[in-house]
Nanobody, 122 residues
Framework: QVQLVESGGGLVQPGGSLRLSCAASGTFFSINTMGWYRQAPGKERELVAVITSGGSTNYVDSVKGRFTISRDNAKNTVYLQMNSLKPEDTAVYYC????????????????WGQGTQVTVSS
């Protein structure tokens, strides 16, 4: 039983900032990678940012220099700091976590948050 609970979405003006949080709870051994996806109106779902268990990160080109993904392993939480927001950032943002349920498991299993709306508009 695993849950990912997201928070931090809302309405913000262009140029503003938001920080999304996603906390994992339940029964699992370890969290490998964590990431944020988004689904914008009229567009396909895309991976926004990902962070590995070792702290390595990667971003879609459109958010590089503006967004920062981080994680707090003690809290089983991943964050997405979003600065200099643009109207084209408007989307539903989904948290994803790849986990191993038990020690020694050969594969991870993906879990998803419920999604949080981010709207950038004047």
């Amino acid at each position: 039983q695993v849950q990912l609970v997201e928070s931090g979405g809302g309405l913000v003006q262009p140029g503003g900032s938001l920080r999304l949080s996603c906390a994992a709870s339940g029964t699992f051994f370890s969290i490998n990678t964590m990431g944020w996806y988004r689904q914008a109106p009229g567009k396909e779902r895309e991976l926004v940012a990902v962070i590995t268990s070792g702290g390595s990160t990667n971003y879609v080109d459109s958010v590089k220099g503006r967004f920062t993904i981080s994680r707090d392993n003690a809290k089983n939480t991943v964050y997405l700091q979003m600065n200099s927001l643009k109207p084209e950032d408007t989307a539903v943002y989904y948290c994803n976590a790849a986990m191993r349920t038990t020690y020694g498991a050969s594969r991870t299993r993906d879990y998803w948050g419920q999604g949080t709306q981010v709207t950038v508009s004047s």
